[in-house]
């Protein structure tokens, strides 16, 4: 409980002391009520772990399915509206926002939801979905749609998931304000074709309006 508190000032600059901490973070409350329904559902009390998990999910808006298997040093920041499935695999030192799904498809049988290696940020109302693995140190940008595998040290922006920046070096936490935007690029590109398609249409009419010129003086 001391390691989880000591991570939420290593991640969180408006925390201010251990008592509001304690007492106030939606996010260290959801993890700790996980603890206890992981624990049943070890021990196969299945209905009491998701009885622990309601009730949690009720309190703090944040739903983890008891199944799922959270690392040391995990932080959720805010939390409203992170979901959190069950045969979810978290490893160390994750960092979560608001909003975060790491659900499924809908279509695998066992192993259904993510794996989510070390040192992971995943940025506000991003969805990570299917038993792919994110691998250490990447980072998810704000609203992202991650439907395939991550590899280490990547960068992931956009729906769907796009990888932007991968260089084989740690990448610190997540800058919000400095993300690459796929979609933008993508219509910066759309807008050059078309531009260029515009200026061969009026090349193309200024020949012809000068060959219909030439064979009227003719006539």
């Not at 969180?12 to 049943?40: C, I, K, M, N, Q």
């Amino acid at each position: 409980m001391k390691e989880d508190i000591e991570t939420i000032f290593e991640n969180d600059p408006a925390a201010r002391s251990w008592f509001e901490v304690a007492f106030t973070y939606s996010g260290l409350h959801a993890l700790w009520a996980h603890r206890v329904g992981h624990w049943l559902y070890r021990r196969g009390w299945f209905t009491s772990a998701r009885m622990v998990s309601q009730f949690s999910r009720f309190m703090t808006g944040i739903e983890i399915h008891p199944g799922a298997v959270i690392g040391r040093r995990f932080f959720i920041d805010h939390g409203m509206g992170v979901i959190i499935g069950e045969t979810c695999e978290i490893g160390n030192d994750v960092v979560l926002y608001q909003g975060v799904t790491l659900g499924g498809t809908g279509k695998e049988k066992g192993k259904r939801h993510p794996t989510i290696g070390n040192n992971v940020v995943i940025s506000s109302g991003a969805k990570v979905l299917g038993s792919f693995t994110v691998g250490d140190n990447s980072r998810i940008g704000s609203n992202a749609v991650v439907l395939k595998e991550v590899p280490p040290n990547s960068t992931v922006v956009g729906i769907p998931g796009m990888i932007v920046k991968r260089d084989g070096v740690r990448i610190g936490k997540l800058d919000h304000n400095n993300l690459p935007d796929p979609v933008i690029d993508m219509f910066r590109q759309m807008q050059q074709q078309i531009d260029e398609l515009k200026q061969t249409v009026q090349d193309l009419q200024s020949k012809n309006g000068g060959v219909h010129e030439h064979g009227a003086k003719n006539l």
